[in-house]
């Protein structure tokens, strides 16, 4: 449908071959400065560096080109450092002969010109007769041709190995030895070089569109094409649909074959790999292939790999599927793909020596910094260390029995699972109070609920109350007075939950029933209360905040999808947690004061 919708577009709009290859130039150099394009259109379609002028042009000039659709390749390569000009054809077809020599007169100088050319009859003949012409009028020319396709057995005639996406390696490998001011016979030894080093595969899902016409249906349902090339035509076999780990090893074998020995690649070998899109071939599939590719290169094929490019470098229009190509590399060639470019398709992120693809994960400061002791149950608790553990325990058991009311409340508001998800992480935090919580030092208690509520705990919930932890700690570590620390971590919780989560007072959410009881908290220690006596009484404020949510519309959630006639009949299953475990939590802290004090 897409394809078909696609070819519809193009002819509907009147689009020619030549307009879409023209107007897409167009967009390229309007959305890169650094390139320009020769006014010859719609014969001439040349795309050139606009810092390059033959005139002047002191280095050796590296072109390439081909048909169109294969974008972006070989435009999308222009830039310092790599291609001086690319020459474009239509749609999938060579460029002309005038419209070569017109790129070759732009931009050599002196120095000369090397033309890597992709190794199709259209191509070679073109850019020979336009070597043979410029010669004539005095420029200095040299030709490399590209043959990297591995899908097919060794042929006889004529025609040999298409050039394929290894092209792009060479492109590269030239253009840097250029910038560094090598002659153009020794540019032209590299690219040769180069060029014998990398062997290539396509696979495809789909063949492309071209513009204008109707998707072919040469390629069924459930049906991948090994070998496919990149104008559409057929390729080595077609075969059902298979995993990615067994289309990776089947084109591995293919390029590496010591039967064809198409590159010169054995054991123990540097290469670097490119896994290119074809067109269609979404990103996350493409890295997917390389992280399949990359160890069974290692591993099975035992070659060290020195650098991975990934991407759509060289597609045949909308095509869906990859390439794989491998390249022997040594030191020099590695300095070549890593010298710097300003061509604007090249990824620049890949130069560089390979570190380890894996590293552990970092721990937490509390676990990494601190000692096992300090981290675990402590073996006498101190006074403040029973009391805190008398509230963890009745809070967590609050919110235990609750389960099957929230889950009830929560079915008719949302989508049934809060008391399940409460209940997860209150019995993970009993548990592991039980096992290792550092009862005598609240700020690391509180830290470490906050660790087990991460762990098991999905969902907004899980992380709210992680949030509400962490804020806490941060602000109990920073003050060791314990009233005033309690009442300031409790308010930097509320004020983190708020923060990261949109919420507010009213917005029907657990902050309906924690925020009336910070005022009343703040309140009576202001009024002199004594801490015990406040957080009972704060905890009065938070069930009636809770229970309040009944009235409210609710703002957060998936509660602001109900009606508000449903939502009267229940109070927000958040808040009522959220105030069960600090009433909860409030008496046994009572309980244990009076008991210490009677």
Not at 53 to 75: N, W
Not at 166 to 184: E, P
């Amino acid at each position: 449908m897409k394809a078909d919708n696609e070819a519809r577009l193009f002819a509907e709009i009147g689009k020619t071959n030549k307009d879409v290859v023209t107007e897409f130039i167009e967009g390229l150099v309007e959305t890169y400065p650094g390139l320009q394009y020769l006014d010859g259109f719609p014969e001439v379609k040349v795309v050139i560096r606009a810092d390059a002028s033959g005139a002047t042009y002191d280095k050796v000039a590296v072109i390439s080109g081909g048909g169109s659709g294969h974008e972006p390749a070989h435009a999308g390569f222009v830039g310092e450092g790599m291609l001086t000009a690319s020459i474009c054809g239509d749609v999938f077809a060579s460029p002309s002969v005038d419209s070569i020599l017109a790129g070759i007169r732009a931009v050599t100088g002196p120095m000369g010109c090397l033309l890597i050319v992709m190794n199709y009859t259209g191509d070679r003949l073109n850019f020979g007769l336009a070597a043979e012409q410029a010669r004539s009028e005095g420029y200095k020319i040299e030709t490399v041709i590209v043959g990297d396709d591995c899908a097919l057995p060794p042929l006889l005639g004529i025609a040999g190995r298409r050039g394929l996406a290894g092209t792009i390696f060479v492109n590269k490998i030239a253009g840097a030895a250029a910038a560094a001011g090598l002659s153009l016979a020794d540019v032209a030894a590299e690219a040769k070089r180069a060029s014998q080093m990398v062997g290539t595969m396509g696979v495809a899902l789909s063949v492309c569109t071209l513009p204008g016409q109707v998707t072919s249906d040469r390629l069924g349902p459930g049906k991948m094409e090994l070998g496919l090339g990149i104008h559409g035509e057929p390729g080595a076999a077609v075969a059902d649909l298979q995993s990615v780990d067994v289309v990776v090893s089947h084109v591995l074998k293919q390029i590496l074959s010591s039967e064809t020995n198409y590159v010169p690649i054995t054991r123990g070998n540097r290469v670097v790999l490119m896994i290119n899109g074809l067109g269609a071939t979404p990103v996350m599939e493409l890295m997917i292939a390389a992280g399949k590719t990359v160890p069974k290169l290692q591993l099975e094929f035992g070659l060290a790999v020195e650098r991975v490019y990934t991407g759509s470098f060289m597609t045949s229009l909308d095509m869906a599927g990859f390439s794989i190509s491998i390249m022997k590399a040594d030191q020099t060639l590695l300095q070549r793909l890593d010298a710097p470019t300003k061509a604007p398709h090249w990824p620049v992120g890949s130069a560089g020596n390979r570190p380890p693809a894996k590293i552990p994960v970092p721990l937490p400061p509390s676990r990494s910094t601190k000692s096992e002791e300090s981290l675990s149950r402590p073996l006498q608790l101190s006074e403040q260390g029973r009391i805190l553990e008398a509230a963890i325990e009745a809070a967590v058991n609050a919110v235990i029995v609750m389960r099957d009311s929230l889950n009830d409340w929560d079915s008719k508001v949302g989508d049934g699972d809060c008391g399940s998800t409460m209940y997860s992480g209150a019995t993970a935090i009993l548990d592991d109070m039980k096992k290792y919580y550092p009862l005598n030092d609240a700020a690391e208690t509180v830290n470490e609920i906050g660790s087990s509520v991460r762990r098991v705990m999905g969902g907004t919930s899980g992380v709210l109350y992680n949030i509400f932890s962490k804020a806490a700690y941060a602000r109990l570590k920073a003050n060791s007075d314990s009233t005033v620390t309690a009442k300031q971590s409790f308010e930097a919780a509320i004020d983190a939950v708020s923060k990261y989560g949109g919420a507010s007072a009213g917005y029907r959410t657990l902050l309906d029933a924690l925020i009336p009881a910070l005022s009343v908290l703040k309140e009576r220690l202001t009024a002199g209360d004594d801490s015990s006596t406040a957080f009972v009484l704060s905890s009065e404020a938070a069930l009636a905040g809770a229970e309040s949510t009944k009235d409210m519309q609710a703002q957060a959630g998936r509660s602001s999808y109900v009606s508000a006639a449903i939502l009267a009949t229940v109070p927000d299953p958040g808040a009522m947690a959220a105030a069960a475990w600090y009433r909860a939590a409030a008496l046994a802290v009572k309980a244990k004061y009076e008991k210490a004090s009677s």
